[in-house]
């Protein structure tokens, strides 16, 4: 089998260089790359981790050392805030639970002026043009909001625009924050001119579009708030700025009505709560609500009588008082001027005070009901002992003589009190004992006994005790002036509690005006019971209220102005000399009237004082119509029926 031709295979050939001894030669560039030295490659990655750690141990030592300060500023823009949890204030009510005070919501609008500046807001006036849209809805001035909302430093991250807002002021900051975003949207914003764009005012937007309020913020607060305006204002009183009371109950009261604060931590960032970073809150607990013993009704029948009265008198002020007779609770207490608590700015600050506890002066007339008692009580002499009043009285060196001029009038002793003689009043209490001293002491006893120069039991911020001195200091004229009530000084309360007590048969209970206190657990505790003194004896006071009748009923006395159809009305007029506090000298007049209803049943005492008249000074005239108005309306509100009794009549001469 014939066989394919096999191919001669040349033998080969070694490359020249090879053949002459030398390595290979390759021009540049050409054939492939031989790979470097693997020790080479770990030096090269040893540098470069190196320098990377060098840099890292550099910015470290930059952060911890050199930047710390300024980063430290910078942490502030994202921390955890706390914020306190104000306790709703207890409310104050009337007797029947009439709201007189109450807590209501509000906030306190508050700023972060580090997002007003020009890093922040992107605008290099935040803070003017801010102040510029808020100045109106706040209603505080433009350099003052500008002031607050300009940031000064790292520990400047809040600020206090406007305190206790209503949610309708917070709403309307809101609905202008949603307009400027809206705006900006829309590629036109509001500028501080245009508070509401309208279509067309092309030459009043901002190109800017920048939400200058993004910094504005809320914080829940509470606004005390007093529904009836003046009502009861001078008992009540009012709180100040941080919603603590400042004068009267709301004072007097203030940490039981507060309740205790309590706190929220959140965390923020840029003024803006994370919810999901974790916080913690401590429930405030909100402090115990008052009732007291005031009956609106009356209440606001008081105040409109004497603030009319004072108008019509031009007086310097006046007080009306209403106490029940049975348990001593106070069911009105007027003065005038008033004042509106919740609106303080306007008040003028001499009329913020409760004149009737606070208001201390010489009472008069009034007064001689505690003279007669104790004559009585001392069995010296009766409503019929015979008097022979001389037209002057000389004593202690001074010459006495009665309001209206006499010659000598022959009075029983009931006369002398039903026509208010201070020249009978003298020669009574000269009975009181064998020497004048001694009926001094006699006297003073009873004064004191009646509740005269000690505090009434309410501790009312700024009550005065009045004046009595011991009957050891009294003077040679004292001795003769405080039996008919000048020489000693007490407030409107004093004096009202001496009818009660005669009202009461003899007893004083002291006055209240706090009826009870409903906790944080909702639960009532009653007021503990008043205390209760016999100052005289139940036959003494009978006869007193017979003979106090006289001095309304009869056409000889003093009070007919406050006479009731179809009610027994016992009664005292005062008429006296007022000492001037500032010149310390007498000057003006007090008038007052001072009665129980019913006389042979009595229920209810009403007092009227009024201060430095000026169209008449007389207190019959002046305070007994006043005494009638209330007493008739408080008489139908408690719904007391006459009884239908006659005056006792007891004769006014002999």
């Known amino acids: 089998v014939p066989q394919p031709a096999r191919r001669a295979v040349e033998p080969r050939r070694r490359p020249a260089a090879a053949r002459s001894g030398r390595g290979p030669q390759r ?38 050392l050199v930047d710390s300060t300024a980063l430290a500023a910078e942490a502030n823009v994202n921390l955890y805030q706390t914020v306190t949890l104000p306790a709703q204030r207890g409310t104050i009510t009337d007797a029947d639970g009439v709201v007189l005070a109450t807590t209501v919501d509000a906030y306190d609008i508050t700023a972060d002026p580090y997002m007003f500046t020009p890093g922040q807001a992107h605008i290099p006036d935040g803070p003017a043009r801010a102040a510029d849209l808020l100045s109106p809805i706040l209603g505080v001035d433009v350099p003052t909001l500008t002031r607050r909302l300009t940031y000064t430093g790292p520990g400047d991250r809040y600020a206090l625009l406007a305190k206790q ?71 009540i009183g009012f709180v100040n700025a941080d919603g603590a009371g400042s004068g009267g109950l709301e004072e007097q009261y203030n940490a039981l009505l507060s309740g205790r604060n309590g706190k929220t931590t959140y965390a923020q960032s840029g003024g803006q709560e ?138 029983t002793l009931n006369g002398v009190l039903a026509q208010s003689s201070n020249i009978g009043t003298i020669l009574a ?21 009646f509740g005269i120069g000690q505090p009434s039991g309410l501790d009312f911020p700024g009550e005065t005790p009045g004046i009595l001195a011991p009957p050891d200091q009294w003077s040679a004229s004292q001795q003769y002036t405080i039996p008919f009530g000048q020489g000693l000084s007490v407030n409107a309360l004093q004096t009202t509690s001496v009818y009660s007590t005669i009202a009461n048969g003899g007893v004083r209970v002291a006055p209240s005006l706090v ?89 209810i005492t009403v007092s009227c004082v009024v201060q430095n008249p000026v169209n008449g000074h007389f207190g019959g005239e002046l305070c007994g119509p006043v005494f009638k108005q209330v007493m008739e309306f408080a008489l139908k509100s408690l719904q007391v029926p006459p009884t239908g009794a006659a005056a006792a009549n007891l004769p006014v001469n002999w």
């Not at 031989?34 to 990377?52: C, D, E, K, M």
């Not at 020497?435 to 003073?444: E, W």
């Open 27 to 64: 021009p540049a560039g050409s054939g492939p790359l031989q790979l470097a030295s693997p020790q080479r490659r770990l030096r090269l990655v040893t540098v470069a981790l190196g320098a990377a750690f060098a840099l890292f141990v550099g910015r470290l030592v930059q952060l911890q």
């Open 165 to 235: 807002q209503s949610p309708q002021t917070w709403n309307q900051v809101t609905a202008l924050e949603n307009t400027l975003v809206a705006q900006a949207w829309s590629g036109h914003c509001l500028t501080e001119n245009n508070l509401a764009l309208k279509a067309g005012d092309a030459g009043r937007v901002d190109e800017d579009c920048a939400n200058v309020l993004n910094g504005v913020f809320r914080q829940k607060d509470t606004k005390r708030v007093y529904p009836d305006g003046s009502l009861a204002a001078n008992v």
């Open 274 to 411: 994370v919810p999901t970073a974790g916080g913690s809150e401590t429930a405030p607990v909100p402090g115990s609500s008052i009732r007291l013993t005031l009956n609106r009704d009356i209440q606001y029948e008081a105040q409109q009588a004497i603030t009319a009265e004072v108008r019509a008198a031009g007086a310097q002020q006046g007080y009306v008082i209403v106490q029940d007779v049975t348990d001593g609770k106070i069911l009105a207490m007027a003065t005038a001027p008033g004042f509106d608590p919740n609106d303080l700015a306007r008040a003028d600050p001499a009329d913020l005070g409760n004149t009737a506890l606070q208001d201390a002066y010489e009472p008069g007339s009034v007064s001689k009901l505690m003279t007669m008692s104790a004559v009585l009580q001392q069995n010296v002499a009766t409503p019929l002992t015979k008097v022979t009043v001389p037209g002057t009285l000389p004593r202690g060196g001074t010459l006495f003589h009665d309001d209206v001029a006499h010659g000598t009038e022959h009075l």
């Open 429 to 449: 209490a000269e009975q009181l004992g064998p020497t004048q001293q001694q009926a001094n002491r006699v006297l003073y006893g009873y004064l004191t006994k």
């Open 515 to 603: 009826a009870g206190v409903t906790g944080p657990n909702g639960v009532f505790v009653p007021a503990p019971a008043p205390a209760e003194t016999r100052v005289v004896g139940a036959q003494t006071a009978k006869t007193v209220a017979e003979m106090l009748q006289s001095v309304v009923a009869s056409q000889e006395g003093t009070g007919i102005m406050a006479q009731i159809p179809g009610y027994l009305v016992a009664g005292k007029t005062g008429t006296a000399n007022r000492v001037d506090p500032t010149t310390g000298r007498y000057s003006g007049y007090t008038s007052s009237f001072i009665g129980f209803a019913p006389a042979d049943r009595p229920r």
